[in-house]
C-alpha cells in the first residue's frame, strides 16, 4: 500500500541513486566511487531505493563494477551493496493475498517507479470493502474500472459475480503488472509448460516472494516489452506469426476479465465543443490545467501504448467503478467525460477518492453537472489495516469519500446506500 509520503521519498530516492550509480560508473574518480556505493548499501534497505535501484539498472552497474575493477576495498563495497539492493528488490515482486468480508484476491505490486497505478492505495481497499459488503453494486452486470492499477476493485467485482469486468489504464509497466494480476486470479488463458505467464515470472502462489536468486534485469517476461514476445516463443509460435499475434491478444484477456488501453483523454474529445467551452469555464479548471502541462507537473508515467488492446470506442456499461481518480486537474474533465461517455442510462457509477485539494474537488462537481450528470457524495473511514506504505496517516484537505454519479435524466434505478442522495434513494 502506498500513500503521498512514499512519492516524495521515491523522489528523493531517484535523484540521489541516479547521482550514485554516476559516480560509480566515473572509474577516474576513485573516492567518489567508494562514496556512492557507502550511500547506496546504506539505503537499499529502504523500498524506495531499492525499487529506484532497480528501476535504474544497478544490478548491471554493479556487477560491470565486480568485473573490471581489482582494487579489493572496491570489490568488497559493491558486493556489500549488490546483495543490499538485491534482497528488497526481490521482495518488491511479493505476491499478497488481502479477503474482502471473506473474498479473496490475489495481488502483486510493481516499483514505485512504475507509475502511480503500480501500488495499492489506501482508497482502493476501502472500496473493496465497501464493494465486499454490497456485492450487487456489480453482481450479473457489465463492469468498467477506470484507473485499475493492480486491478484490485476490478478482480474483486469479477469474484463477485460481475457479468464482465474490463479493467483499464494508461501507463504500459501498470498494464503489464495489472496483466499479471488477472491472471494469477483468473487462471490464464494461455498457458506454457503448465504455468501461467504470472507463474513464469516467479510468482505462482499467493504469499509467495520471487526466488532469492531472481534479479528482474535477467528476466525478460516479467513486465518487460519482450514479454509478448517470450510468451509466443514458449507457446511454440514463430515470431510475427498469426498465431502468435492471437496469442498475444488472448493474453489479455482471463473472462470475465479483460485487460484493455484507456485514454481518458480520448473521452474528452468525444464531448461537443459546446460542452468542451462549458468544462473550461469551471472555476478554476484552465488555471489547473495549464499549471498541469508545465514540466515536471504531473506525477505519473508517460505511456507509449505498448501492448494491450484499446478499448472498444463504444462500449457501455451498467456500473463504472474507479478510486484516486481525482489527483491532478485534467481528471476534472476527463472523469466526468469517461462517466458521460461510457455510463448507460440508468448505470450506476461508484469512485472512492481522497480529496487532496478542495477546489479541484469542487470543480470535478460542478464538470459532472455541466455534463448532464448529478453526484451524491458520502464520506468515508478507511480502516486502521489500511495505512500507507510507510504507516503515516495521511490527512486530506476534504477527507475521504465515496461518490455515486448517475445521468441526471436517467437516474439509476437504485443505490446500495441511502446517504448517496439523502431524500431520493430508499
Same mark, same amino acid.
Given at each position: 500500500? #502506498?500513500?503521498?509520503?512514499?512519492?516524495?521519498?521515491?523522489?528523493?530516492?531517484?535523484?540521489?541513486?541516479?547521482?550514485?550509480?554516476?559516480?560509480?560508473?566515473? &572509474?577516474?574518480?576513485?573516492?567518489?566511487?567508494? /562514496?556512492?556505493?557507502?550511500?547506496?548499501?546504506? *539505503?537499499?534497505?529502504?523500498?524506495?531505493?531499492?525499487?529506484?535501484?532497480?528501476? =535504474?539498472?544497478?544490478?548491471?552497474?554493479?556487477?560491470?563494477?565486480?568485473?573490471?575493477?581489482?582494487?579489493?576495498?572496491?570489490?568488497?563495497?559493491?558486493?556489500?551493496?549488490?546483495?543490499?539492493?538485491?534482497?528488497?528488490?526481490? !521482495?518488491?515482486?511479493?505476491?499478497?493475498?488481502?479477503?474482502?468480508?471473506?473474498?479473496?484476491?490475489?495481488?502483486?505490486?510493481?516499483?514505485?517507479?512504475?507509475?502511480?497505478?503500480?501500488?495499492?492505495?489506501?482508497?482502493?481497499?476501502?472500496?473493496?470493502?465497501?464493494?465486499? *459488503?454490497?456485492?450487487?453494486?456489480?453482481?450479473?452486470?457489465?463492469?468498467?474500472?477506470?484507473?485499475?492499477?493492480?486491478?484490485?476493485?476490478?478482480? =474483486?467485482?469479477?469474484?463477485?459475480?460481475?457479468? &464482465?469486468?474490463?479493467?483499464?489504464?494508461?501507463?504500459?509497466?501498470?498494464?503489464?503488472?495489472?496483466?499479471?494480476?488477472?491472471?494469477?486470479?483468473?487462471?490464464?488463458?494461455?498457458?506454457?509448460?503448465?504455468?501461467?505467464?504470472?507463474?513464469?515470472?516467479?510468482?505462482?502462489?499467493?504469499?509467495?516472494?520471487?526466488?532469492?536468486?531472481?534479479? $528482474?534485469?535477467?528476466?525478460?517476461?516479467?513486465?518487460?516489452?519482450?514479454?509478448?514476445?517470450?510468451?509466443?516463443?514458449?507457446?511454440?509460435? %514463430?515470431?510475427?506469426?498469426?498465431?502468435?499475434?492471437?496469442?498475444?491478444?488472448?493474453?489479455?484477456?482471463?473472462? $470475465?476479465?479483460?485487460?484493455?488501453?484507456?485514454?481518458?483523454?480520448? !473521452?474528452?474529445?468525444?464531448?461537443?465543443?459546446?460542452?468542451?467551452?462549458?468544462?473550461?469555464?469551471?472555476?478554476? #479548471?484552465?488555471?489547473?490545467?495549464?499549471?498541469?502541462?508545465?514540466?515536471?507537473?504531473?506525477?505519473?508515467?508517460?505511456?507509449?501504448?505498448?501492448?494491450? $488492446?484499446?478499448?472498444?470506442? &463504444?462500449?457501455?456499461?451498467?456500473?463504472?467503478?474507479?478510486?484516486?481518480?481525482?489527483?491532478?486537474?485534467?481528471?476534472?474533465?476527463?472523469?466526468?467525460?469517461? /462517466?458521460?461517455?461510457?455510463?448507460?442510462?440508468?448505470?450506476?457509477?461508484?469512485?472512492?477518492?481522497?480529496?487532496?485539494?478542495?477546489?479541484?474537488?469542487?470543480?470535478?462537481?460542478?464538470?459532472?453537472?455541466?455534463?448532464?450528470?448529478?453526484? %451524491?457524495?458520502?464520506?468515508?473511514?478507511?480502516?486502521?489495516?489500511?495505512?500507507?506504505?510507510?504507516?503515516? &496517516?495521511?490527512?486530506?484537505?476534504?477527507?475521504? #469519500?465515496?461518490?455515486? #454519479?448517475?445521468?441526471?435524466?436517467?437516474?439509476?434505478?437504485?443505490?446500495?446506500?441511502?446517504?448517496?442522495?439523502?431524500?431520493?434513494?430508499?
Amino acid at each position: 500500500m #502506498v500513500d503521498e509520503e512514499s512519492f516524495f521519498s521515491l523522489l528523493i530516492a531517484n535523484e540521489r541513486v541516479e547521482k550514485w550509480l554516476a559516480d560509480i560508473r566515473a &572509474k577516474e574518480a576513485r573516492h567518489r566511487v567508494k /562514496i556512492a556505493l557507502e550511500e547506496l548499501s546504506s *539505503s537499499c534497505n529502504q523500498e524506495a531505493y531499492a525499487e529506484e535501484a532497480r528501476r =535504474l539498472g544497478a544490478v548491471q552497474v554493479l556487477t560491470g563494477l565486480l568485473k573490471r575493477t581489482d582494487d579489493d576495498e572496491l570489490l568488497s563495497l559493491a558486493a556489500d551493496a549488490l546483495a543490499a539492493c538485491s534482497g528488497l528488490m526481490a !521482495s518488491s515482486g511479493k505476491v499478497r493475498t488481502f479477503t474482502y468480508n471473506g473474498t479473496p484476491i490475489i495481488l502483486q505490486e510493481g516499483a514505485l517507479g512504475d507509475g502511480i497505478g503500480a501500488k495499492i492505495w489506501t482508497v482502493a481497499h476501502t472500496f473493496c470493502r465497501e464493494m465486499a *459488503s454490497h456485492p450487487n453494486i456489480v453482481r450479473g452486470k457489465r463492469v468498467l474500472e477506470i484507473g485499475s492499477g493492480c486491478g484490485a476493485c476490478g478482480i =474483486l467485482a469479477a469474484k463477485l459475480g460481475a457479468e &464482465k469486468v474490463l479493467l483499464t489504464d494508461y501507463v504500459d509497466a501498470v498494464l503489464r503488472n495489472l496483466r499479471d494480476c488477472v491472471h494469477l486470479n483468473g487462471g490464464c488463458t494461455e498457458q506454457a509448460n503448465g504455468q501461467t505467464a504470472a507463474a513464469r515470472c516467479g510468482a505462482a502462489e499467493a504469499g509467495e516472494e520471487r526466488p532469492e536468486d531472481w534479479d $528482474p534485469e535477467d528476466a525478460s517476461e516479467c513486465g518487460s516489452d519482450d514479454f509478448d514476445a517470450t510468451l509466443g516463443e514458449a507457446l511454440g509460435c %514463430g515470431a510475427g506469426s498469426t498465431q502468435q499475434q492471437q496469442r498475444q491478444a488472448a493474453a489479455w484477456d482471463a473472462p $470475465p476479465m479483460h485487460i484493455r488501453f484507456y485514454d481518458w483523454q480520448d !473521452s474528452v474529445a468525444q464531448l461537443s465543443e459546446q460542452e468542451q467551452e462549458e468544462l473550461a469555464g469551471v472555476a478554476g #479548471v484552465a488555471e489547473g490545467v495549464a499549471a498541469a502541462a508545465a514540466p515536471g507537473a504531473t506525477i505519473d508515467t508517460a505511456s507509449n501504448h505498448g501492448g494491450a $488492446p484499446d478499448m472498444d470506442a &463504444k462500449e457501455q456499461f451498467e456500473v463504472v467503478i474507479g478510486t484516486d481518480v481525482l489527483y491532478e486537474w485534467p481528471m476534472v474533465k476527463q472523469v466526468p467525460a469517461v /462517466i458521460k461517455q461510457r455510463l448507460l442510462p440508468h448505470g450506476s457509477a461508484l469512485l472512492c477518492c481522497a480529496v487532496r485539494e478542495q477546489a479541484m474537488f469542487d470543480a470535478f462537481v460542478a464538470a459532472t453537472a455541466v455534463l448532464g450528470l448529478r453526484v %451524491g457524495i458520502s464520506s468515508v473511514s478507511p480502516c486502521a489495516d489500511d495505512a500507507g506504505l510507510l504507516d503515516i &496517516k495521511q490527512d486530506y484537505e476534504g477527507g475521504y #469519500v465515496l461518490l455515486a #454519479v448517475e445521468h441526471a435524466q436517467a437516474p439509476a434505478d437504485d443505490w446500495h446506500r441511502a446517504d448517496l442522495f439523502p431524500g431520493q434513494r430508499a
